[in-house]
């Protein structure tokens, strides 16, 4: 049984085969992209963080090289202990290197050290030679003028040369990327830049555009907009900062990949994290009223992940915590599986509403008016079905955990078969007198499950009990 998700495996010849989120059709419009304008742009994928940008842009890259393209990647988080991001960028270039292009990238080199070069602690340090030594103080003072017109004229021509050193960097940069073997542009992935130190991130974006926007090149930076937008304003120091405006002086292009089919999603955790091992025993298949629990976890976990947009690394996650949970429990043992994975759920997203059920302190109202929070709207009718079974599920149970179980008396009103109704009913039924929530409660309080306090699930949940071999 798995514990966590890995990373696929990309296949070389079917870097998409692995893929379980249909995206191989996004690679494709992005690669007519590249090859259409190969002069030279900044592509950026804007996803937010855990929506799986890093392994699509490592399946495009080995797509693209599998169309000859010439491919770099460089992940900037793994690299923001370089001082300088140029150093790391030359490093990533230096790949392409063959036998018949060294000389060229030592000259690339060469104008390249100009650059990366910092003169001014070399004056620094030379003026402190010449005037903090010196026996007399008086002439140091005396030749202060002196010394700043001095510096003044080396930072003249610093600046024409790292100026003129610059321009030659680039047209060296561009021939070199010319001798490549493929006549193709080639692709430089950036990944992770809004995971660095903020001040790595925005000089990896000032180098790239000063240094590498060249005929021959395409970047392509995976990001979220919205985090690297908030280190471009921590660097600036301004809230007020437009960061948008910002960073539409490097990126020409921007994608967002598609989100996948939920549904689908979680159909693939269920089988990676091998829930069958649990649901689909003989002894479990055995007991007639947990037939439908598979189906049951899947659809409530894939009405909430859709309509609440959670990440895929986040639905990971959530999965993986309620496979760990369910080696607590019996095969034998009631699951109430659509208020089990509610419950992993909130306790991973909404740990306040989780707590409040610990702790038993919540009225009904209460209760149900937290639930309401956290249950996404725009249910159609099948989710509304299966979300009023969740309430009365929830209801019930967390009413097992406060007394001894007291029957319909604590959850329902009137006398029974002539006005009977819900003490609190449900937003999600339509029926009149709420009738529909009604029948569902009742039918809930009416099973041997009711009578399962909330307890035997959140003590799994916590896993503090021995895990079942």
């Known amino acids: 049984m798995q514990i966590k998700h890995n990373d696929l495996i990309i296949n070389q010849e079917a870097p998409f085969a692995n893929c379980k989120l249909d995206r191989e059709k996004y690679a494709h419009v992005l690669t007519s992209i590249v090859n259409n304008y190969a002069d030279g742009f900044v592509l950026?994928?804007?996803?937010?963080?855990?929506?799986?940008?890093?392994?699509?842009?490592?399946?495009?890259?080995?797509?693209?090289?599998?169309?000859?393209?010439?491919?770099l990647y460089f992940n900037a988080w793994e690299n923001d202990f370089e001082s300088n991001p140029l150093v790391a960028i030359l490093a990533?270039?230096?790949?392409?290197?063959?036998?018949?292009?060294?000389?060229?990238?030592?000259?690339?080199?060469?104008?390249?050290?100009?650059?990366?070069?910092?003169?001014?602690?070399?004056?620094?340090?030379?003026?402190?030679?010449?005037?903090?030594?010196?026996k007399i103080l008086l002439d140091g003072i005396e030749g202060a003028t002196k010394a700043t017109t001095e510096i003044l004229e080396k930072e003249v021509e610093s600046y024409a040369t790292r100026k003129r050193s610059l321009e030659e960097f680039r047209?060296?940069?561009?021939?070199?990327?010319?001798?490549?073997?493929?006549?193709?542009?080639?692709?430089?992935?950036?990944?992770?830049?809004?995971?660095?130190?903020?001040?790595?991130?925005?000089?990896?974006?000032?180098?790239?555009?000063?240094?590498?926007?060249?005929?021959?090149?395409?970047?392509?930076?995976?990001?979220?907009?919205?985090?690297?937008?908030?280190?471009?304003?921590?660097i600036y120091g301004s809230e007020q900062l437009n960061a948008d405006e910002y960073l539409r002086r490097f990126i020409d292009i921007e994608y967002s990949i598609p989100q996948p089919d939920t549904k689908q999603f979680c159909n693939y955790l269920f089988k990676y994290f091998s829930f069958a091992d649990f649901f689909d025993t003989e002894e479990r298949q055995s007991y007639g009223d947990t037939s439908r629990d598979s189906e049951a976890f899947i659809s409530i976990a894939s009405s909430l992940f859709d309509k609440k947009k959670i990440t895929l690394r986040q639905q990971e996650k959530i999965f993986a915590h309620s496979r760990l949970a369910l080696k607590m429990f019996k095969p034998n043992s009631y699951l109430l599986p659509n208020l089990f994975f509610f419950l992993t759920?909130?306790?991973?997203?909404?740990?306040?509403?989780?707590?409040?059920?610990?702790?038993?302190?919540?009225?009904?109202?209460?209760?149900?008016?937290?639930?309401?929070?956290?249950?996404?709207?725009?249910?159609?009718?099948?989710?509304?079905h299966d979300f009023m079974y969740l309430q009365a599920d929830l209801l019930v149970t967390f009413s097992s955990s406060q007394k001894p179980y007291s029957g319909k008396e604590t959850l329902m009103t009137g006398k029974a078969g002539i006005d009977e109704k819900p003490l609190i009913p449900s937003k999600f039924d339509k029926s009149e007198n709420n009738q529909l929530y009604a029948s569902i409660l009742k039918s809930v309080m009416n099973t041997r499950m009711s009578r399962t306090p909330i307890d035997h699930l959140l003590k799994k949940i916590d896993l503090i009990e021995p895990v079942i071999a």
């Open 44 to 71: 950026a994928i804007n996803n937010e963080w855990g929506t799986g940008k890093t392994t699509f842009v490592k399946m495009w890259q080995k797509h693209l090289a599998k169309n000859g393209f010439e491919t």
């Open 92 to 134: 990533e270039l230096k790949t392409l290197t063959g036998d018949h292009d060294k000389t060229k990238f030592k000259s690339l080199l060469k104008k390249g050290a100009v650059l990366t070069k910092n003169v001014l602690p070399a004056f620094a340090k030379a003026m402190l030679d010449r005037y903090v030594d010196n």
């Open 171 to 234: 047209k060296q940069l561009e021939e070199y990327l010319q001798d490549t073997e493929s006549k193709k542009p080639v692709v430089f992935f950036i990944d992770e830049l809004d995971r660095c130190r903020p001040s790595y991130a925005v000089e990896v974006l000032e180098q790239m555009k000063h240094f590498f926007a060249v005929p021959g090149i395409v970047f392509v930076l995976a990001i979220d907009k919205i985090q690297l937008g908030h280190a471009i304003r921590g």
């Open 345 to 384: 759920y909130i306790n991973s997203l909404h740990k306040d509403f989780y707590r409040q059920i610990q702790s038993k302190q919540l009225s009904f109202q209460q209760l149900t008016d937290e639930f309401y929070q956290v249950i996404p709207v725009g249910l159609n009718e099948d989710e509304a």
